[in-house]
């Protein structure tokens, strides 16, 4: 009896105490976030790799790139020549056009100016349309003014100007202002001024 009271007051050491699993045993952590964030550290490191890759090459790509070259003078000179030459070269007739001081009040906004070209006592050969003109005005008469298609712009002609209020095409109207060149002149020439010193 003695030795069955002992042995229930001696602890049982091969039973866990459950307090201990508590606090020292934790539960187990899941696999998958653990695979997921090494996935994921995994691929913003290559994707930081590659864009060090990239910009390693443009630099790389700029320093080894041959130097721009400045353009020559010649070209230089050629392209100014094709952009100023002379009107003569590109079969123009060009100059200014200005009004005598005693018509510019009669200038009325809204007219059409029209500068023509004429062969003789004929019909316009070249005529050029310019709506609301501000003067002087600087002008340019060239193939793309002549009037009858296949006509070639070349030859001697008369230069005039006519400041039309209704700007319709035809025979001078009462109250419009012209003016003409004081002599005939050939395709290609320069500085073929006209001052508008007339009023119908």
Do not use: W
């Not at 606090?23 to 899941?30: C, H, I, L, Q, Y």
């Not at 913003?44 to 721009?68: F, N, Q, T, W, Y």
């Not at 419009?176 to 073929?192: Q, T």
């Amino acid at each position: 009896m003695r030795a069955t009271r002992a042995s229930r007051n001696i602890p049982d050491d091969t039973q866990p105490n459950r307090e201990t699993c508590r606090r020292g045993v934790s539960a187990p952590r899941p696999v998958g976030r653990g695979l997921r964030g090494g996935v994921r550290t995994s691929l913003l490191s290559l994707a930081a790799l590659a864009a060090i890759a990239a910009v390693v090459v443009i630099v790389l790509a700029r320093s080894l790139a041959p130097p721009e070259q400045a353009p020559s003078a010649g070209a230089g000179t050629s392209s100014g020549t094709s952009q100023g030459a002379p009107a003569s070269d590109r079969l123009e007739i060009a100059g200014t056009i200005t009004v005598a001081r005693d018509l510019t009040g009669r200038i009325q906004e809204g007219s059409v100016l029209f500068v023509i070209a004429r062969k003789a006592a004929g019909p316009p050969f070249a005529v050029k349309r310019i709506v609301s003109p501000r003067f002087p005005l600087a002008y340019r008469l060239g193939p793309e003014d002549v009037m009858m298609a296949g006509s070639t712009f070349d030859g001697e002609v008369r230069v005039s100007a006519r400041l039309s209020r209704t700007g319709t095409a035809g025979p001078a109207l009462p109250g419009d202002l012209d003016g003409e060149h004081a002599a005939p002149v050939r395709v290609g020439a320069r500085n073929v001024d006209i001052v508008i010193s007339r009023e119908r």
